[in-house]
């Protein structure tokens, strides 16, 4: 990228930016990089010019892609376009997830002659244990978290979709600090085992002598979420006869307290949540077909633990510090964390925090034996004795998957790479593991 004054006159541009920016040759290496980068990413430990940003970013000696990652710098290559990707990096705090949206600079002849990438930290999350919010660096939840990180800043309705316990509340949570209405109010609702008259009552409110009861007016749900976000929680579960007025509460935005003349403004952000499926309820009558395609306008699938066994140790970690009840940090011993990583995890998250609960009872050394564990929890053809009301209640109504099997070991690793003749995506998939977690292994035993 020449002459040189080009270069400082880009850099003097971006540091009018307040956002992390960065300035990339075609080659990957990182030319120059404003105050807010510096402040952010950089240290002293760690120059970071001239080196190559998977590097720096990652810890990789290759490119993203080539490490199993999307990397968007061969995107941008070939469109001669902007490209957006959620990745994790290392920074001076730990791995963190962030945001990358990276631009061409092109010549008189449409020609890549560098690029710059802008970044900026998800809040939300964490790929570090946390005490508080969603908790991941698994590929499978990258993609949920990115899918929400797309949404939020609009206003479109989201409808968050997986089986019981996979976090829900706490996704629908992310998209509204997330969003423009994140000073606003996140109210939730409870669809299930709410009757229609209770269901209109506290969604809408109601007048003084509406009913047998009413003593007082009483503001409803929606108004609470006024300039915030209303989370409907089990969207599957409202009544048909409500479908119809929550359908006309999304159309036109306004609503009437029960027992009242009055049409009201309505001002939230909607984002719903079900663990049933809408689709085959519209086709059997269950679901109105007009009311689906007014929430399901973003939908978001949501994985299940089984499908997030990367994140097994991340979970158990972040919940058992969540506990606060320990007088000293729990740990889970290797066997304990290989048992849990080889079963299936028909409850979910939910499942994984009660049968920790009942772990730590156990662990008067502060640690987590298998023997901690219920008995047969991921042993061949075994299921735990030990169930959470929520587990239980997901047995009947999701199908239950093998359990997966327990990672190899490094010598195992080593000779099934020797004997495996296909890509590296296909031995990650015949070992049950990401291609990003495959490369790390390979890596961490020299032969990547």
């Not at 991941?136 to 939020?152: C, P």
């Not at 059997?284 to 689906?292: C, T, V």
């Not at 093998?402 to 010598?411: G, K, L, N, Q």
């Amino acid at each position: 990228m020449n002459p040189p004054e080009t270069l400082q006159g880009l850099l003097s541009y971006l540091e009018q930016e307040s956002q992390p920016m960065i300035v990339l040759d075609i080659d990957y290496h990182i030319l120059a990089a404003n105050t807010a980068y510096r402040r952010q990413f950089g240290a002293v430990e760690r120059p970071y010019l001239g080196q190559p940003c998977y590097r720096i970013s990652h810890g990789y000696d290759v490119p993203c892609d080539q490490a199993g990652e999307h990397c968007p710098m061969r995107k941008a290559f070939e469109t001669r376009g902007p490209d957006r990707v959620l990745h994790i990096h290392h920074t001076p705090r730990g791995p963190e997830h962030v945001n990358v949206e990276l631009r061409p600079i092109l010549d008189d002849n449409q020609q890549v002659v560098a690029y710059v990438e802008r970044l900026s930290t998800v809040r939300s999350a964490s790929a570090r244990p946390s005490a508080e919010g969603l908790v991941g660096r698994s590929e499978s939840f990258n993609h949920a978290l990115e899918a929400v990180q797309r949404v939020a800043p609009s206003s479109l309705p989201v409808l968050l979709l997986g089986e019981s316990g996979t976090g829900k509340e706490m996704f629908a949570r992310a998209v509204h600090e997330a969003s423009d209405r994140a000073s606003g109010p996140f109210v939730v609702v409870d669809c299930s085992g709410l009757t229609e008259s209770l269901f209109e009552s506290e969604l809408f409110g109601y007048e003084k002598g509406a009913f047998t009861g009413a003593l007082a007016r009483k503001p409803g749900l929606v108004e609470t979420a006024e300039g915030g976000t209303l989370f409907l929680d089990e969207m599957g579960d409202v009544p048909l006869a409500m479908q119809v007025k929550l359908l006309r509460l999304i159309e036109s935005g306004t609503y009437r307290r029960v027992g009242s003349v009055e049409t009201r403004q309505a001002n939230f952000r909607l984002v719903a949540a079900t663990h049933k499926p809408l689709e085959q309820m519209v086709g059997q009558g269950l679901f109105r077909q007009d009311l689906y395609f007014r929430i399901a306008a973003f939908p978001i699938h949501l994985p299940p633990l089984r499908n997030r066994l990367d994140d097994i140790a991340l979970l158990a970690e972040s919940i058992l510090a969540r506990g606060g009840r320990a007088r000293h940090p729990l740990h889970l011993s290797a066997e304990a964390l290989a048992r849990m990583r080889a079963y299936h995890w028909p409850g979910n998250i939910r499942e994984l925090r009660n049968v920790l609960e009942r772990a730590r009872l156990y662990a008067d050394d502060g640690v987590i034996r298998a023997k901690d564990l219920p008995p047969g929890m991921g042993e061949a053809g075994g299921a735990p004795a030990f169930q959470s009301i929520g587990a239980i209640g997901a047995i009947g109504s999701i199908a239950i998957h093998p359990a997966s099997a327990p990672p190899p070991d490094d010598e195992t690793l080593r000779a099934q790479v020797r004997n495996f003749h296909g890509t590296r995506r296909a031995l990650a998939q015949s070992l049950g593991m990401s291609e990003r977690t495959l490369y790390r292994r390979l890596k961490a035993l020299g032969i990547a």
